[in-house]
């Protein structure tokens, strides 16, 4: 491990569970931590508990703002582990001079989100420091859900499910990009930013078995992917043709090198369902019109234990790597 932080620390990739494991981790460790969940299961299991820090940078884009970002981060995590949000935190640092009228238009952002998940704020905290302390501003909610649904781990994923994703994946990412570089796309590429917990509640109430959950933000579908193959100790195999992309976002990585499965999402998540309800859990997706593009990506195999094998339309293979390096920084 490097002895200063760099950007790609905080990619969501290698480099940031290295600095996970080996600092934080090392000095808090427990048994509902090592879990890593997208969210802690608290309160003999009645609750999910977790929080986020919000950077992006530009603060308003294609899709969202750093407001709606900020409530879909923290609600969207709640959700992945079967859990309607109820209540945030909202704490704010706010740089000098930054324009109220932006700072109410997030917020604004922020108060129609929490309407779409049935959530309140209910505590929170504002700091102001002098201009260049921070950029702009940066936003931590915390939130506590009621759990709808028992049991979901990305610890206890087996041969007997399939990997599915919500929708077609990247847009996120690619948008962050072109809009930071400044990129004149005529195309209707936005962020896939957007609130998960009604995706799940109709999953949920279709009596879909649910295993594992997780919403591909930083590090992508390639870093949620890998991740479980080594929590639940299996070999991933996904078929690469069956991943949905769409052309926008092909285009921009063919352009700049990028890989669409390490790009981030807002609005995205990866499941892992028993074979015999991933058909009607496609089917439950395809009732919304984000999720129009739900696909089944791959199964679990024993092939080789802890890695992600992404097979080509060409009959190659290759191992799909967790994300290193600095890929696009400040995307949530």
């Known amino acids: 491990m490097s002895k200063t932080i ?3 620390h905080g990619n969501g990739g290698a480099e940031n569970n290295e600095l996970i494991s080996k600092v934080f981790y090392k000095a808090f460790k427990n048994d509902i931590l090592v879990k890593s969940e997208d969210a802690a299961v608290i309160h003999n299991g009645e609750l999910a508990f977790s929080t986020d820090s919000f950077t992006v940078s530009p603060l308003f884009f294609n899709g969202a703002d750093i407001g709606k970002l900020a409530i879909c981060g923290t609600c969207n ?24 009228r932006s700072l109410e238009k997030i917020v604004r952002s ?21 201009k260049g ?26 041969e007997d499910d399939l990997i599915l994703v919500s929708r077609d994946i990247g847009a996120h990412g690619a948008t962050i990009f072109a809009a930071r ?3 004149d796309l005529e195309t209707s590429l936005k962020s896939d930013c957007t609130s998960l917990y009604p995706q799940v509640e109709a999953l949920i109430n279709a009596g879909i078995k649910i295993t594992a959950l997780r919403d591909a933000t930083r590090g992508g579908v390639s870093a949620v992917l890998n991740e479980w193959a080594k929590q639940s100790n299996i070999c991933i195999e996904v078929e690469e043709d069956k991943i949905p992309i769409c052309d926008e976002v092909k285009g921009i990585c063919e352009m700049l090198g990028f890989e669409a ?16 309800d991933a058909q009607k859990a496609i089917e439950v997706l395809h009732t919304f019109e984000e999720a129009q593009n739900a696909s089944v990506i791959g199964k679990v195999t024993q092939q080789y234990e802890q890695k992600v094998i992404l097979y080509s339309p060409w009959g ?7 994300p290193t390096g600095e890929l696009l920084p400040r995307i949530c």
């Open 6 to 8: 760099t950007l790609a």
């Open 77 to 100: 995590d709640l959700s992945m582990m079967g859990a309607k949000p109820k209540y945030l935190t909202c704490s704010v640092i706010i740089e000098e001079g930054f324009e109220i």
């Open 110 to 130: 922020m108060k129609e989100e929490l309407a779409k998940n049935g959530a309140i704020v209910v505590s929170g905290d504002t700091k102001v420091v002098p």
């Open 133 to 158: 302390s921070v950029d702009k501003i940066f936003i931590n909610t915390t939130g506590i859900g009621e759990i709808q649904y028992k049991g979901i781990s990305s610890n206890n994923i087996t």
């Open 181 to 183: 570089e400044g990129m």
């Open 261 to 276: 499965m390490s790009l981030a999402n807002e609005g995205t998540f990866v499941l892992a369902i028993p074979k015999e």
């Open 316 to 322: 190659t293979k290759r191992f799909l790597d967790t």
